[in-house]
Structure formats: C-alpha cells, structure tokens
C-alpha cells in the first residue's frame, strides 16, 4: 500500500501544472454539480467547518467558499497543494491520507468527495467510509460522487507524461452497502449522463448521506 501510495503521489505530482489547466474551470460547464453544491453550501451554513477530500487544486473547496462555506481541502499530492494553495491562498489546504484523516471525532459539519474514491479498492470503502464517519459530526452531511461502472482504466500516459495508474469504477448499490457499513445513512441518490466534450464519457453518481448517530 505504501507504494500504491507513493506511485499516486508521484503521478499526481507530475500532472498537477496539466491538471489545472483542464480541471480547475470545469464546474463552469457542469450545472448540475453546480446546483448540488449549492444544496450542499445551503445546508451546511457558514459555521460548520466542511472538508474537501481529494481536493486536488481546490476548485470544489473554492466554489464553495465563495458560497460562504467555512472550507478546508485535503490531498495526497504535495504538487496539488501547491497548486492549490497558490490558487485559492485564503483556503487551508495540507496534505493528508482520506484513510487516515488528521482531525478529531466529530470535527467536520461536512465533506464534499468529488471523485475521490477513484483510487480506492472496492474492499477497502467500508473502512474509508468508517473515517469519514468517525471526523463528521453526528448529522453532518456528506456529497460523494464517483464513475459508475465496473471499469478500471489503466493509463501509461496523461497529458504527455508517462504514468502508471488505474481509475475505479463502481456500481452504485456497492456504494450505498459501504456507506451504510460505514455508518452513513443516505438521503438522495442521482445519476446523469456525461456532459459532452467537457468530461470523461461515463455515467456518474452522486450520493447525498448523513453521519448516523453512534
């Protein structure tokens, strides 16, 4: 695991400058994910601290914050900090393992999960999900989005750079089960069809759920 690890963050390192590029504007073209964060920010107010896991250069966590969310963003890669930090500099980001999270039981009002669990073994959400139940506090809210299917895509190459690494799909019910094990209860669950020429053409998922009581 250690490896798998340091092979994510050396991929994600190297494309962080590209991932900017193609990644940091893309809710102007997406609607619909806009409208769920704008649910999200709704419910979640301005008192709760939310995290953004997996946040990548932090555009979520951005979009939010402009929305009055008290935001902070975590990701594995050093570089998407960087990026990150130099982009957003009003927003707290560090590095950190969704797995294994730095924060106290019950310290979050909320996460947003954009595609974080791209890199996760199907066998392994139900102990994720356990952490992010463990930092959320009692009726905090989480929105979780993922690819649906039951593909996993190997690239060797990503935007000119040679990378070894493999992207998980996963079937919608199997999410509900870990999440569910994990001790979330779920609220909403909707699918839509890729947006054309602005994403990776598959299906997505999107799972609205809240910390149940311990």
């Not at 590209?18 to 102007?28: K, N, Q, W």
């Not at 902070?72 to 570089?79: A, C, E, K, T, Y």
């Not at 139940?133 to 690819?147: D, N, T």
């Amino acid at each position: 695991m250690a490896d798998h690890d340091e092979s994510l963050k050396q991929t994600y390192d190297v494309v962080a400058g590209d991932y900017v590029a193609h990644i940091f504007d893309e809710l102007r073209h997406k609607p619909f994910d806009r409208q769920l964060l704008d649910e999200f920010a709704a419910r979640v107010g301005r008192d709760a601290v939310v995290c953004d896991l997996g946040c990548g250069p932090g555009h979520v966590a951005r979009y939010l914050r402009e929305r009055g969310v008290n935001v902070l963003g975590i990701d594995l890669s050093p570089s998407m900090i960087e990026q990150a930090r130099r982009l957003t500099p009003a927003i707290p980001f560090r590095e950190g393992d969704m797995r294994a999270l730095d924060a106290a039981d019950s310290a979050w009002g909320g996460i947003v999960a954009f595609y974080s669990i791209v890199h996760i073994p199907k066998p392994a959400l139900p102990d994720l999900f356990r952490e992010w139940r463990r930092v959320l506090a009692p009726g905090g809210l989480l929105l979780l989005s993922f690819h649906i299917g039951t593909d996993t895509v190997h690239r060797d190459e990503w935007w000119g750079h040679d990378v070894s690494i493999d992207f998980l799909f996963f079937q919608t019910a199997e999410v509900i089960e870990a999440l569910q094990s994990g001790g979330l209860a779920i609220e909403r669950v909707v699918e839509r069809d890729p947006y054309p020429d602005v994403e990776y053409q598959s299906r997505r998922a999107y799972i609205i759920a809240t910390a149940a009581a311990p």
